[in-house]
């Protein structure tokens, strides 16, 4: 016997498939539409549990709901696309409504003059746009106008929250980035940083981000639309998703020099400093990211980074961390530090050395290349080279001319080139066979 609410899932999606006569599809009629309506209400209300979404997915309707979609009732486009919404958060729907066709229609359906049709499709994108291949998809169907369109929906911010995210996602794809950049999309999202919740501005911010990243014309679109001050204004948050989209935009920002000017006038670099002592192991390493083009294109950079009292001494700290991206981004900032030599200095005061030589047993070629970047540097201080071979930190470094990532080989070739000064790691880099590898190289 069915339990009850398999009874309820059987029944509702036996009303999707058939609203009218047994097997018989929507026809359009008044009481077809309302059954499927009644139908798409039903789901609509269980679909808020992820329990309830798995067992959804079992019973095959998604197609179902997919079909009408190409619906042109308001009254029955709304429970089923707020259905498709609330399962998207699940990737296997992501996947099946990528699959079924069903972006297109999510897309013509943004531009009816309905905003909480509109608010229901644009959060259905913006949990899709996950994968590339729906933010392709977006474009195809030239959804990436309607929803620059929406940013102008600011009294609705439950409409401004979805369209934003959907923005944010879809700008992940650099071809969507140009395209918002053209439709003037920068300056829209730089004039909703201020009055607006939090929810909003973690997509506005994210969304500014990934164009940043993408293009250099869109750095400096943010500052001269006046972006950079609030955004700096930002970094003094607690809301840890809002802070690492904040660090990534800043830090990207910070390529353009123009851009790291006003930057460093609104201590900016001081406030993603402070971001290291966060609870929060994603901020920390999103902050450590944002500092290496700060220090990169800061004037006066080594004097800059001595200025933060116990900045140094927090930063060589982060390398006890457990975090992976920590540990790289750390490694990362390390290397643009030590690039001045009093800076290095005081790194190597604070044990930088031994805390690097111990991250040399790894296998994750992320961490290896900042990892032989920070080594190469700080081996220009006084004994440090040698003070790596006592540490044994040549030996591991020899294996990881093994990987099969070209950037490993250059940062690791720099690294060994510095430590080959001390005729002591010569020795250990002969043991360790890294003759062998370079005539496999075709160097030697």
Same mark, same amino acid.
């Given at each position: ?126 949990? *899709? @746009? ?9 474009? $195809?169907?030239? =959804?990436?106008?309607? %929803?620059? +369109? /929406? &940013? ?100 990207? *920002? @910070? ?9 460093? $006038?609104?201590? =900016?670099?001081?406030? %993603?400093? +402070? /971001? &290291? ?100 540097? *700080? ?17 591991? %470094?020899? +294996?990881? &001319? ?43």
């Amino acid at each position: 016997m069915l339990r009850p609410e398999k009874r309820l899932w059987t029944l509702e999606v036996d009303l999707l498939i058939n609203p009218g006569r047994p097997s018989s599809p929507v026809t359009g009629e008044r009481s077809d539409l309302d059954v499927a309506r009644s139908a798409a209400l039903g789901l609509w209300s269980c679909s808020k549990s992820r329990k309830n979404k798995i067992a959804l997915l079992r019973t095959g309707a998604v197609p179902q709901l997919g079909k009408l979609l190409q619906c042109d009732s308001d009254t029955v486009l709304i429970p089923v696309v707020g259905t498709l919404q609330e399962c998207a958060s699940e990737k296997s729907y992501q996947e099946l409504i990528q699959s079924e066709g069903m972006v297109e229609h999510l897309v013509k359906r943004l531009k009816k003059q309905n905003e909480e049709l509109q608010r229901h499709c644009a959060s259905a994108i913006f949990k *899709c @746009a996950e994968s590339d291949a729906t933010r392709t998809l977006v474009r $195809k169907y030239e =959804g990436l106008d309607p %929803l620059v +369109s /929406l &940013l102008s929906k600011t009294s609705n911010k439950d409409l401004l929250c979805a369209v934003t995210g959907a923005v944010w996602k879809c700008s992940k794809n650099a071809l969507n980035a140009t395209r918002f950049k053209e439709l003037k999309a920068i300056e829209q999202l730089v004039a909703l940083l201020s009055n607006q919740p939090e929810e909003v501005l973690v997509n506005v911010v994210g969304g500014l981000g990934e164009c940043a990243a993408h293009d250099p014309d869109s750095r400096a679109s943010i500052r001269k639309a006046g972006g950079l001050v609030p955004l700096v204004q930002l970094l003094t948050g607690t809301n840890h998703s809002l802070l690492i989209n904040t660090t990534k935009v800043v830090g990207a *920002c @910070a390529l353009d020099a123009d851009s790291m000017i006003v930057i460093d $006038k609104q201590d =900016g670099v001081r406030l %993603l400093w +402070s /971001l &290291l002592k966060s609870v929060n192991t994603e901020v920390q390493a999103c902050a450590a990211w944002a500092i290496c083009p700060c220090i990169e294109n800061a004037k006066d950079a080594g004097e800059l980074v001595r200025s933060f009292v116990g900045g140094l001494e927090l930063i060589v700290g982060l390398l006890k961390s457990d975090d992976l991206e920590v540990l790289a981004a750390v490694c990362a900032a390390i290397a643009k530090i030590a690039k001045d030599e009093e800076n290095l200095g005081v790194l190597t005061d604070h044990g930088v050395v031994p805390l690097l030589a111990k991250l040399a047993i790894t296998d994750s070629d992320h961490l290896r290349i900042h990892l032989c970047d920070a080594i190469a540097r *700080c081996c220009m201080w006084r004994n440090n080279r040698i003070a790596f071979g006592q540490a044994s930190a040549v030996a591991p %470094l020899v +294996s990881y &001319l093994q990987s099969s990532d070209s950037l490993v080989h250059r940062s690791t070739a720099c690294a060994l080139h510095q430590l080959s000064k001390d005729p002591g790691n010569c020795i250990t880099m002969h043991e360790a066979g890294v003759v062998q590898v370079c005539i496999g190289w075709h160097i030697v």
